[in-house]
């Protein structure tokens, strides 16, 4: 059975070893990791791609401390932002698009969206324009 993951940590930092045990555990084909915070150039990043080796990880860093997402694929594809907030709103959009065994496309959306935002007019912008038919 494959398993698509979405959570939402409000930093990673001090939640790291039981986001490590629960995708082992899982072993989700892809994991959406929203709001991880700073963790560009940091020890723990190079601790998710060491612990997590099967796993490709793309990191999208968000901005003053917040947003920030993070994408864990098992399988061959395609990562990319798709939005970003400008300015205070860390909004971000990411899109995986990801071959499954059988040869079928997968495409997996994440939004983190700031409290604060204004720009839900952006965000679904962003999210119609990738979820065309494949």
Do not use: H
Request: charged content about 20%; some cysteine; proline content about 4%.
């Amino acid at each position: 059975m494959s398993s698509v993951l979405f959570v939402n940590v409000n930093g990673l930092r001090s939640k790291m070893a039981r986001f490590l045990d629960t995708i082992r555990l899982l072993a989700p084909i892809v994991a959406c990791v929203c709001e991880v915070k700073a963790l560009a150039n940091s020890v723990l990043l190079n601790s998710v791609r060491s612990a997590l080796a099967t796993y490709r990880v793309t990191y999208f860093p968000g901005r003053a401390r917040a947003g920030g997402v993070l994408i864990l694929t098992k399988l061959c594809g395609e990562v990319r932002l798709l939005y970003s907030g400008d300015g205070e709103d860390t909004s971000q959009v990411v899109s995986a698009m990801l071959r499954m065994p059988d040869g079928r496309m997968l495409r997996v959306v994440a939004v983190y969206r700031n409290p604060a935002s204004k720009s839900w007019n952006n965000i679904w912008s962003a999210i119609r324009g990738c979820v065309n038919p494949l």
